[in-house]
């Protein structure tokens, strides 16, 4: 079952940190229902092809961003993943097994993602 806790977040968070400088971007992390590893980007010199608001797809992101903006959401999803992340899941036998689920969320519906100079 995935699980999530706050001493896996605060061990993840300076790598986590280290991208989000490294790009010069914005974000928060949280945890959400101890299932999942959330990081929020608020704002950044990064354009993320129209994306204001939203999830990102974090298996398929190499198939709807490219340049910068991929590179950045790669180093931040293996960042996202540490050393503990797993997954056994196997969808053809409904079984599902993972350390935790990750998830990038570009922006906000009350504040928009704001691609910064």
Same mark, same amino acid.
């Not at 968070?13 to 929020?40: D, E, F, H, R």
């Not at 354009?47 to 903006?69: L, M, P, R």
């Given at each position: 079952?995935?699980?999530?806790?706050?001493?896996?977040?605060?061990?993840?968070?300076?790598? #986590?940190?280290?991208?989000?400088?490294?790009?010069?971007?914005?974000?928060? #992390?949280?945890?959400?229902?101890?299932?999942? !590893?959330?990081?929020?980007?608020?704002? %950044?010199?990064?354009?993320?092809? %129209?994306?204001?608001?939203?999830?990102?797809?974090?298996?398929?992101?190499?198939?709807?961003?490219?340049?910068?903006?991929?590179?950045? !959401?790669?180093? !931040? !999803?293996?960042?996202?993943?540490?050393?503990?992340?797993?997954?056994?899941?196997?969808?053809?036998?409904?079984?599902?097994?993972?350390?935790?689920?990750?998830?990038?969320? #570009?922006?906000?519906?009350?504040?928009?993602?704001?691609?910064?100079?």
């Amino acid at each position: 079952m995935a699980y999530v806790s706050k001493e896996t977040k605060k061990e993840l968070a300076p790598g #986590i940190k280290a991208v989000l400088k490294k790009y010069g971007m914005k974000g928060t #992390i949280s945890v959400n229902n101890y299932m999942t !590893l959330v990081v929020k980007i608020k704002n %950044g010199p990064i354009y993320f092809d %129209g994306h204001t608001c939203g999830s990102v797809n974090v298996y398929h992101i190499d198939k709807f961003f490219n340049g910068t903006a991929k590179k950045f !959401l790669t180093e !931040l !999803l293996a960042a996202m993943k540490g050393t503990k992340w797993y997954d056994k899941s196997d969808a053809m036998i409904d079984y599902f097994d993972t350390a935790w689920y990750n998830d990038i969320k #570009i922006g906000m519906w009350d504040k928009p993602y704001k691609v910064t100079s």
